[in-house]
C-alpha cells in the first residue's frame, strides 16, 4: 500500500514535472532567476526531479525492473544531488517509442538514444533538443575541459553547423574499440606445426591443414558480414571509407575483386561453409565448439571467453588463438576491421526543450566527466565494486567472483556504466579487468593491431537534401551488391563478370553517393 | 422471436424524404440504431479517421513538424518507386508468388473439403480435420524456422532429394526453389483452416439432389461435378474475389524470415523492399505512397473480379 501511494506520488511529481515545472518549483537558484555557472561542488542544493529516457540494460532487466533500483543509479542521484526518474522504452520497440514520445511532443527532460541518426542540426532548429554549447560553457566546466583537451572528440561530436547536441560516451582506449575479431583452434595448429596464420599465404596453409582433419567439414564458420574483413589484406574495405582524405567505396577498387576471386577460390575448396549466407548465429557457435570448424570470428567477451570457459571444462586440450586481421605481406598492417569509433553514438544523452531547467540537467550529466563520476560510471562504489590498489581500480570479489553466482558483466551493470553504452568516458581499465582469460588479453592485443582508425569514415553528418538523395541511391546499391557479391563468393557469377558489376554501380550513380560523403567528411575536417 | 426488427411499412412506397423515412424507422428500432452505435464508432475511430495519414505519401514527413505540418513533395514518392531499378523485379516477384498461391494454394482447401465430404467414418474424418489445423496455429517465426531446418543441407528434404538420385544443397540458397517452397509450406499450414469454410458450405447441399443424382444414374465422381461443385459455388466465388483483393499482399514477414541476398532474385518482393527503405531506412513518405499503390491495384483487382463473377455466375460481394 505505501509502495503504491509513494509510486502514485513520484508519478504526479512527474507529470507536473514534465508539464512545465518552469513555474519556479523552489530550486534555490532559480528564485533569483539565474544559476551559479563555472565549477560547483556537488551535491547540488535542489529538488528538481528530472525525467530520464534510456534503454533497461538487457543484462539486469530480469534483477531489476527500473535502472533507478541500481546501486549506480541511487549512488550518482546522491551524489549529484538530482533526483532521477528513469522510463525505459519496452525491449526491441526503442526507435518506435521515442518516434511516439517526439510526435506526441512528450518527452521526458533527458533522452538517450542515437542523436545522430535522427538529424541533430535539425532537431535542434525544431525545437526537440536544445542546442548545448552555451550550456556547456557555463554549466559542464568537466564536459568541456574534456573537449578542449581532445580536439578530435569534440569535432566528432559537434555537427557541421558546430553545435553540440549531446553527452556522448568515448571509448578512450585502442583496447576498448577493438573488441572483435578472427580467432582459430590453437590446438590444431600446434599439431599441425603452425603459428597463428597472419598473412593470406598463412592462412591457405593453414586452412589446408585443417580441412584435412577428419570430422571437419568447412574450417571456417563465419557469417557473411565478417568474410568481408578479409578486405583489409587486400587494402580496401567494406563499404565507404577514406584513404589520404578521399573518400572510396570498397567494391569499386581492384583489390575488392582479389578479395572475392580469394573466397570464391576458398567457398570451392571447401574452406567456408558455404551456407555462410543464411548462417545463423548459434549455428556457427555450435560448428566452433562441436569441432567441425576450426576458424571463427567474434567478440572477445562472449564468444572467444565463453568458448574457452565452458569447452576447457571438459576438454583441457581445447584451445582458441586470437589472430589479427589478415594482411597480404607479413608486416602489413589491415586496412579494415572491426575497429568502432571512439565517439559511440548509440547511447548519447541530449537534453529536450521539455525540460524546464536545462541547467541542472546538464550539471547532472556533466558529473559523469569529472574525476568522482569517472570512477563511478567505470567502477562503482570504492570500497564496494571496486578497491584502488598501486593506483590501480581493482574490482572486487563481489564483482569477479560474485558470491551470488552472478556473472562479472551482470553485477558490474548494476554498480557502473561501463558495461553498457552511456555519456561518459570509458576507461581501459574495465575491460582488462573484464576479458581475465590471457587469451582475451591477447586478443585485445593482436585485434588492435590494424589500421582502419585512419581509414574509417569518422561520425560526418549530412544535411537533409544530401541524405534523401543518399538513402535513395544506397537502398538500391546495398540491395545490389548484397546480391552480387554473395553471387561472385559462391561463384554463381564467375568473377570475370566483375567489371561489369562496376559499371552498374556506377550506372546506378555511386559516384554522386561519393561525392556527397566526401562534401560530408570535407566539412567535418574543417569543423 | 417477439423483438424481431420491424419492417417499416410507414413509407414503404418510397414516398417521404430520407430524413422523414429515417425518423421515423428510428421510432421503431430505437433499440437496432442504439446497438449500431459501438460498431460505428469502433470504425470511424480505428479505421477511418487514421486514414488521413494516408495524406504523407505526398509528404517529405518528418517526425518533429508531424503529419500535417511536413511539407508537400506531390508525386515524387511515387516517382522514386516506380523509377527504381528494382521496380520490375519486385512487382513481377510479388505477382508471381501471389498467382502461384491462387492457382496452387486456392483449390488445395476445396479440394480437401471434397475429398473429407467423401468420407463415411467419423472418426477418421476428425483425426484428419484436427491435424489439418495444427499447423494454422503454429507461431510463422516457428514454421520458418522448420522450413529452414527442413530445406538445410542435412534436412528432411534433401534425403528425399537424394534417395531420387539428387545432390544436396541448401534449398532456401537457390533462386528456382524459393516461389515451390514459399507456395508448398503455405499450403501445409493454411489448407486445414481454410476448408473450414467450404466444409460448412457442403453441409448446406440439399442432400435430395444426391439422390436424384443417383436415380439418374450418376457416380461418386459424377455427384461431385454436378451437385456439389455447383452447390459450393457461391461460396468459392466469395473466396476467390476476397482472394483476388489482396493480389499484390504478399506478407514480408514470412518473406524476411526465409530470404537471403542470393535468392533476392525471385523473393524480393515489393512489401520487402519497402521494408528495407521505408522503414529500416525510417522513410516513412516512401513507404506510405507504396502501401497506397498497393491498396489501389488491389482495390482495382477486387472490384474488377466482383464485376465479371456477378456477369459470369451472378455471385458477387455487392
Known sequence: MMKKTISLLMSVAMMACVAGCGNGQSVRSSDTGSYPKGTITYPMDTDVKLTYYVKMPSNISTIVSNYGETKFAQESMKRTGVQIEYIHPAQGNETEQLNLLIASQNLPDIVETNWLKRDPDGSISKNVIYKLNDYIDDYAPNFKAYLNEHEDIAKSVMTDAKNYYVFPMVRASEKLLNTSGFFLRADWLQEAGLSAPETIEDWDAVLEKF????????PIAVQMDSLKYFTGAYHTAEGFYVDNGKVKYGALEDGYKQFLQKISEWVGKGYIDENFPIM?????????????AGVSFGAGGGQLGTFLKTKQASEPTYDLVPVPFPVLKKGEKSTYSSRQLPYSPVSAAAVTTKCAQPEIAVRYLDYAYSEDGYMLNNFGIEGESYEMKDGYPTFTKLITDNPDGMAMAQILTTYARSTVEGPFVQDERYIEQYYHL????????????????????????????????????MTEINTYVAESITNFMLDKTPVSEYDTFVKTLHDMNIDKAISIYQAAYDRFLTR | MKNKIQKNTYVSGGKGSFAARFASDLKVNRAAYIMIIPVLLFYIVFAYSPMYGVIIAFKDYDIS???????????ANFKSFFSSMYFGRVLKNTLTISLCSILFGFPAPIILALLLNEVKHKWFLRTVQTITYLPHF????VICGMIKNFTAQDGI?????????????????????????YIISDIWQGVGWGSIVYFAALTNVDSELYEACTLDGGGRIRQVFTVTLPGIMPTIMIMLILRLGSILGVGYEKIILLYNPTIFKTADVIST???RKGLVE??????????????LVNVIFLVGANLISRKLTETSLW
Open chain 2, 65 to 75: 513538424t508531424g503529419i500535417l505540418g511536413s511539407p508537400w513533395v506531390g508525386l
Open chain 2, 273 to 275: 523492399f519497402v521494408y
Open chain 1, 280 to 292: 545463423d548465429f548459434n549455428t556457427m557457435n555450435a560448428k566452433i565448439l562441436n569441432g567441425s
Open chain 1, 211 to 218: 580441412k584435412a582433419r577428419p570430422g571437419v567439414e568447412y
Open chain 2, 138 to 141: 503454429i507461431s510463422l517465426v
Open chain 1, 438 to 473: 590471457p587469451r582475451q588479453k591477447e586478443a585485445l592485443e593482436v585485434w588492435s593491431q590494424n589500421d582502419y582508425g585512419s581509414h574509417a569514415i569518422p561520425q560526418i553528418t549530412l544535411t537533409k537534401e544530401e541524405s534523401s538523395e543518399f538513402s535513395g541511391i
Open chain 2, 157 to 181: 528434404v534433401n534425403y528425399i532429394v537424394e534417395f531420387f538420385g539428387g545432390t544436396r544443397s541448401t534449398l532456401l540458397m537457390n533462386a528456382n526453389a524459393f516461389v515451390p517452397i
Open chain 2, 282 to 295: 525510417s522513410d516513412f513518405g516512401y513507404a506510405t505512397a507504396v502501401g497506397l499503390f498497393n491498396s
